[in-house]
């Protein structure tokens, strides 16, 4: 029932898409018709659906515009072009043929109802809409069933999965937090050097100031945009310690609150290249299942230990819930 929420939700924002094709979309606007956060829409949308927003309104357009080429042959080209959405002549016939390998003249004047174009946007249409039946399967065939129980100890609830790469799953509040960072701007994905610079001249800041000796100190990674969503160069991250609230900053390392709240914390187990796994299964598998929704606010990532040589790299990722 709750994966059928937010199969839902995203069957909604297809159709309010699929009956505006013609109007310009934000993400803002969309994220309000499915309900959901404007910071967790995109990452839910696609990996539910095997699509952006924009590649699915783009998709719906282009298909469109197909079939208007062949069965309305009393208007022009533009005319189909500016009724589909597009916002020039130029982009439409750039798009058309990126789809169906033909300009739009060419196809309207074959005819294209059993060209190659046409089989592959089929193909393609036909793997698009079997992502969201899929994804309702994918739990049992990978071995990733989840099951809630309980903890009389910590009085939440709490997920057994098996999946290979998670440890456990919880609910939680967690306190606020004050953190000293140091921000990165620009790609850095699967870049280990990075992060290991990023922390190395962290550490050397707080070292000295007696920091790194604090009893329940912790090193988090706050990440402030969705890769899917912006672009590779304008990506922030920011490398953070805990710190006392009265710490002093300076030059390059900032301070900021991270605002208390309840958490959905994923333990995992990962190489360097798992990192985007894990975060997928939790958005695409465990939250459409679980009775919680993203909650407006940065996600981030806390070490509970220093990775040993030659292991993999234990980490906690933290998405801010509320209930559907």
């Given at each position: 029932?709750?994966?059928?929420?937010?199969?839902?939700?995203?069957n909604r924002v297809m159709d309010y898409?699929?009956?505006?094709?013609?109007?310009?979309?934000?993400?803002?606007?969309?994220?309000?018709?499915?309900n959901f956060s404007r910071f967790h829409f995109h990452r839910i949308f696609t990996a539910m659906t095997g699509e952006t927003p924009f590649q699915f309104l783009t998709r719906l357009r282009i298909e469109k515009s197909a079939n208007l080429l062949v069965n309305n042959p009393a208007i022009t080209i533009s005319e189909v072009a500016f009724q589909c959405g597009f916002s020039s002549l130029a982009l439409f016939s750039r798009t058309f043929r990126q789809t169906f390998d033909a300009s739009p003249s060419a196809w309207r004047h074959s005819g294209c109802s059993s060209g190659n174009g046409l089989k592959k946007s089929v193909s393609n249409q036909r793997k698009t809409n079997s992502n969201l039946g899929q994804t309702l399967s994918n739990d049992r065939k990978s071995g990733t069933d989840s099951s809630m129980y309980f903890c009389?100890?910590?009085?939440t609830f709490k997920w057994r999965t098996t999946m290979k790469l998670n440890k456990s799953m919880e609910v939680k509040q967690l306190p606020k937090m004050t953190v000293a960072y140091l921000r990165h701007t620009g790609p850095y994905q699967g870049n280990e050097k990075?992060?290991?610079n990023l922390t190395e001249e962290l550490c050397r800041w707080a070292g000295p100031r007696g920091l790194l000796a604090q009893p329940d100190m912790k090193l988090l990674v706050v990440y402030h945009d969705d890769p899917k969503v912006t672009e590779q160069d304008k990506l922030r991250l920011s490398m953070c310690l805990t710190v006392p609230g009265q710490t002093k900053v300076d030059g390059k390392i900032g301070k900021m609150e991270i605002a208390a709240g309840t958490y959905a914390v994923g333990r995992f187990e990962v190489n360097s290249q798992e990192f985007g796994e894990a975060w997928d299964w939790l958005y695409g598998t465990w939250l459409p299942q679980s009775g919680y929704q993203p909650d407006d606010g940065p996600c981030f990532e806390v070490y509970p230990e220093e990775p040993k040589e030659g292991e993999?790299?234990?980490?906690?990722?933290?998405?801010?819930?509320?209930p559907m």
């Amino acid at each position: 029932m709750i994966k059928s929420e937010y199969l839902s939700r995203i069957n909604r924002v297809m159709d309010y898409i699929e009956s505006r094709l013609g109007e310009t979309h934000t993400l803002e606007e969309l994220a309000s018709v499915a309900n959901f956060s404007r910071f967790h829409f995109h990452r839910i949308f696609t990996a539910m659906t095997g699509e952006t927003p924009f590649q699915f309104l783009t998709r719906l357009r282009i298909e469109k515009s197909a079939n208007l080429l062949v069965n309305n042959p009393a208007i022009t080209i533009s005319e189909v072009a500016f009724q589909c959405g597009f916002s020039s002549l130029a982009l439409f016939s750039r798009t058309f043929r990126q789809t169906f390998d033909a300009s739009p003249s060419a196809w309207r004047h074959s005819g294209c109802s059993s060209g190659n174009g046409l089989k592959k946007s089929v193909s393609n249409q036909r793997k698009t809409n079997s992502n969201l039946g899929q994804t309702l399967s994918n739990d049992r065939k990978s071995g990733t069933d989840s099951s809630m129980y309980f903890c009389r100890e910590t009085k939440t609830f709490k997920w057994r999965t098996t999946m290979k790469l998670n440890k456990s799953m919880e609910v939680k509040q967690l306190p606020k937090m004050t953190v000293a960072y140091l921000r990165h701007t620009g790609p850095y994905q699967g870049n280990e050097k990075l992060f290991q610079n990023l922390t190395e001249e962290l550490c050397r800041w707080a070292g000295p100031r007696g920091l790194l000796a604090q009893p329940d100190m912790k090193l988090l990674v706050v990440y402030h945009d969705d890769p899917k969503v912006t672009e590779q160069d304008k990506l922030r991250l920011s490398m953070c310690l805990t710190v006392p609230g009265q710490t002093k900053v300076d030059g390059k390392i900032g301070k900021m609150e991270i605002a208390a709240g309840t958490y959905a914390v994923g333990r995992f187990e990962v190489n360097s290249q798992e990192f985007g796994e894990a975060w997928d299964w939790l958005y695409g598998t465990w939250l459409p299942q679980s009775g919680y929704q993203p909650d407006d606010g940065p996600c981030f990532e806390v070490y509970p230990e220093e990775p040993k040589e030659g292991e993999k790299i234990k980490v906690d990722i933290c998405v801010p819930v509320k209930p559907m």
